[in-house]
């Protein structure tokens, strides 16, 4: 298990009223890997470059990715515009903090109310343009939005009782599913609008309305376990 203490972007003031009261959990797939690299980055990083233009980088990055996606419509060459969104989205959102921390210019309670809410912004951004996008409907899209951001509330809700915020679920972060909306958006520019279909429901659809309806069944079992266990306690 990885276990860290907070990065610039984790909760501040829980418990005891002090910063360093919170444990930061990250347990996803390539979580010890992707902090190696951000690491390694973080020194050859010019001075100018700041965190805060690094969080505003993962926001713009993602409107880039929504706008990419309902491009799209028009020619599917757009869908590579949409990868690169996600590149920038990871580079600026996964480094902001690590930089704030490597630099010593920690601000906790200004990065995590600030980071997070871009955070929730991105997700609605790229979610809706895949919805304007030829190859998933508008209301699946926003469905998948819905569980995805259900599961952030859930995060903020238990780190707030249990002082423990955890950064992934299942052994997914924000990068592993960056990396499979990647693969996605891969499968529609070489498979097209109609490459798959099952019956008359588009495979595309299919896939983003099964994550919706699993990242949903997650808050519940999730929220039922906290709940459970804090009832217990008290």
């Given at each position: 298990m990885d276990v860290e203490r907070r990065d610039g972007h984790d909760p501040p003031m829980i418990g005891n009223?002090?910063?360093?009261?919170?444990?930061?959990?990250?347990?996803?797939?390539?979580?010890?890997?992707?902090?190696?690299?951000?690491?390694?980055?973080?020194?050859?990083?010019?001075?100018?470059?700041?965190?805060?233009?690094?969080?505003?980088?993962?926001?713009?990055?993602?409107?880039?990715?929504?706008?990419a996606y309902a491009l799209s419509e028009l020619n599917p060459l757009w869908l590579w515009v949409a990868v690169l969104g996600?590149?920038?989205?990871?580079?600026?959102?996964?480094?902001?903090?690590?930089?704030?921390?490597?630099?010593?210019?920690?601000?906790?309670?200004?990065?995590?109310?600030?980071?997070?809410?871009?955070?929730?912004?991105?997700?609605l951004f790229i979610m809706t343009g895949l919805g304007?996008?030829?190859?998933?409907?508008?209301?699946?899209?926003?469905?998948?939005?819905?569980?995805?951001?259900?599961?952030?509330?859930?995060?903020?809700l238990a780190a707030k009782?249990?002082?423990?915020f955890k950064v992934s679920q299942?052994?997914?972060?924000?990068?592993?599913?960056?990396?499979?909306?990647?693969?996605l958006t891969l499968a529609m520019f070489f498979l097209g609008p109609d490459g798959v279909r099952v019956g008359a429901i588009g495979g595309f659809d299919l896939f983003m309305g099964s994550t919706a309806i699993g990242c949903i069944m997650m808050f519940v079992v999730q929220t039922v376990k906290v709940g459970n266990t804090l009832l217990h306690k008290s």
């Open positions: 009223g002090q910063p360093d009261a919170m444990k930061r959990v990250h347990t996803s797939l390539l979580a010890a890997a992707e902090r190696r690299l951000l690491i390694w980055i973080c020194p050859k990083l010019p001075t100018w470059v700041t965190p805060d233009q690094l969080t505003g980088l993962g926001l713009a990055a993602a409107m880039l990715t929504a706008a996600y590149f920038l989205n990871w580079f600026g959102d996964s480094l902001d903090g690590t930089l704030a921390r490597f630099r010593n210019i920690e601000r906790p309670a200004f990065g995590y109310f600030i980071d997070h809410s871009c955070d929730g912004l991105a997700t304007l996008s030829p190859y998933v409907r508008l209301d699946v899209a926003l469905l998948a939005a819905a569980g995805y951001l259900l599961l952030a509330v859930h995060t903020f009782v249990t002082n423990i299942g052994g997914m972060g924000p990068t592993e599913v960056r990396l499979i909306l990647i693969a």
